[in-house]
């Protein structure tokens, strides 16, 4: 039996049912109104309101720019639109790490100012009392671990992570502490494949994989580059299942001819 099937609203329950069911998980970035509508009417579980909209929405080359006023911007949009899906925001660089005093403050913001449904955050250890500050106050918390795009001036590159002993005992260890924690799922990036798989069967929780192979309880992506918006990334990892940054523009180029030739707009185009 699905349990996905007949839900009409995914909850954190939902998700460790899926988990325990052996059902897939789905997730997706969203940022704006319309292509939230899009997902959750397509039946994605999970609608991530991810800091990639510092690169794919404001153009920045990293996600720290972003701050928490715009994370929350993004965020209220999506929720209009979301009738099923659960809506996870990124908690953004600045607004968590160091003091979790600050950490509460801005999930507190995205919750109540936008209405979404859950936040994410990066990292272990380092954030411990900023996650347990959070989960204390009744906001559902999502783990991210393995590369963490905000701490790339401390990575250096996008690389694979854990692909040396001492980093993969650390992410373990850290995915570990944050199911402890109270956690309801994690989000592993860029890690090897049996590593990922490895966690997924040690853990409760659901794990979630973006180029972490298929060993997981679920796997995300940005929207973006699944539907070839973007087009310089291309990490292995990712399937791009349309090309609509070709096909965009394909359109574009037909209504601009249509308009300078003045074949657009018709007679029945018009009052
Ligand atoms: O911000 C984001 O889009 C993310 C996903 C890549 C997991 O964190």
């Known amino acids: 039996m699905s349990v996905n099937k007949d839900i009409k609203r995914v909850t954190t329950h939902v998700l460790q049912a899926m988990k325990e069911q052996g059902e897939k998980i789905t997730m997706l970035t969203a940022y704006d109104f319309s292509m939230a509508r899009i997902l959750d009417e397509a039946g994605i579980d999970v609608l991530l309101v991810g800091d990639s909209a510092s690169n794919v929405m404001a153009g920045h080359e990293t996600t720290l720019p972003i701050t928490l006023d715009q994370m929350i911007y993004h965020a209220s949009s999506v929720v209009r639109a979301v009738k099923r899906a659960l809506v996870v925001v990124d908690l953004p660089f600045g607004s968590y790490q160091g003091n979790s005093r600050t950490a509460l403050d801005s999930a ?72 402890d924690m109270g956690c309801f799922a994690i989000v592993l990036e860029k890690i090897p494949a049996r590593l990922a798989g490895q966690v997924a069967g040690k853990l409760y929780v659901p794990i979630i994989g973006i180029g972490a192979g298929g060993a997981v309880d679920g796997q995300v992506l940005v929207t973006h580059d699944m539907l070839g918006i973007t087009k310089d990334f291309q990490p292995r990892f990712l399937r791009r299942y349309l090309g609509l940054f070709d096909a965009i523009k394909e359109a574009a180029e037909h209504y601009a001819r249509d308009v300078r030739s003045r074949d657009f707009p018709n007679e029945k185009e018009q009052y």
Do not use: C, N, W
């Open 108 to 179: 507190i913001r995205i919750m109540k100012e936008s209405g979404a449904h859950a936040v994410k955050l990066e990292g272990g250890r380092e954030v411990e009392e900023s996650v347990r500050r959070i989960l204390s106050a009744g906001v559902p918390v999502m783990g991210h671990l393995g590369l963490t795009p905000q701490s790339i001036y401390k990575f250096g590159t996008y690389t694979v992570r854990a692909r040396e002993e001492a980093e993969a005992k650390k992410l373990i260890e850290d995915a570990q502490l944050l199911q």
